[in-house]
């Protein structure tokens, strides 16, 4: 502690690097961690070495098998038909909004997301659609997507590269992963036919995907990010009825980790604008 604060109070300097450390665990998905009382973790590894050994017991009989076996998970072809359905008979974005509310055919609607679907954010006639992963803490709280810390720094780089209203953003999953995990293959397939659907609606002219998990899901493409950032792919529908041209960019929670990276991302950008202008 620094200064001569009230004993009990921190200085402005303290409180400002301790929101900047929380503001760090919480970007990195360490939002729950918190007890009213501090723990002693290094006294409860004394008792237990303390504590006298008892003999380890016997082996028992092995357990009978399990009669019944526990649920295969939800049925993802049955899912992402039920969203496809769903998703095209939604004749504006507003309704197809309104559809995925209604899905319940994603996992993560039931995994602890605090509201209702975040879809999108944006302008609906944009060239760019942007393309993230999943929502967070923040977009789980505001219903929108890139509300955050991240969203932030997004809306500041598009911005700098004359991009501000020219921009549709969504995620590939609508519900917040618990814990700000990345969505798995399932979680993104079941909520696919609705991406696709708002990609055709918005009828962008070049997609930005944000991120490994987004591209990997678009592209299905197993390369890290930092392979293939920068580097033009062409995105095609499931049914192969439309064709864009995507960039895989790295996303702006991993830039404020790594700020020496932004470099890189400023020059996906100026790739994208280069092709957008061109
Ligand atoms: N990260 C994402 O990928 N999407 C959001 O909406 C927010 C953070």
């Known amino acids: 502690m620094s200064g001569k604060e009230m004993p009990g109070t921190l200085a402005d300097e303290d409180a400002r690097a301790l929101a900047s450390l929380m503001a760090f665990w919480s970007d990195a998905g360490v939002d729950a961690s918190m007890a009213d009382a501090p723990i002693d973790r290094l006294a409860e590894g004394r008792k237990r070495l303390q504590a006298p050994v ?43 909004e309104a559809a995925i509310g209604a899905f319940e055919g994603c996992a993560l609607r039931f995994a602890g997301a605090a509201s209702k679907a975040v879809f999108a954010r944006g302008n609906p006639q944009a060239p760019i659609m942007v393309i993230g992963e999943g929502p967070g803490a923040d977009e789980d709280a505001q219903g929108a997507p890139f509300v955050g810390r991240a969203g932030k720094l997004l809306d500041k780089m598009l911005a700098a590269a004359g991009l501000e209203g020219r921009v549709f953003i969504t995620n590939t999953v609508f519900w917040r992963p618990p814990g700000n995990r990345t969505p798995t293959a399932e979680e993104q397939a079941a909520c696919l036919p609705f991406l696709e659907r708002a990609i055709e609606l918005v009828h962008p002219k070049l997609l930005l995907l944000s991120g490994a998990a987004s591209a990997k899901s678009m592209l299905k493409r197993k390369e890290g990010i930092l392979a293939i950032h920068g580097k033009w792919f062409e995105w095609t529908s499931e049914d192969g009825a439309l064709t864009i041209p995507a960039l895989p960019t790295l996303h702006p929670a991993f830039l ?22 061109g």
């Open 256 to 277: 404020l980790r790594q700020p020496q990276a932004k470099k890189r991302a400023w020059g996906d950008l100026l790739t994208l604008v280069h092709k957008l202008e």
């Open 54 to 96: 008892r003999p380890a017991p016997l082996p028992r009989a092995a357990a009978p098998a399990p009669i019944a076996m526990a649920p295969a998970g939800p049925d993802i072809a049955q899912a992402a038909a039920d969203a496809r359905r769903l998703a095209s008979e939604a004749p504006d974005l507003a309704a197809l």
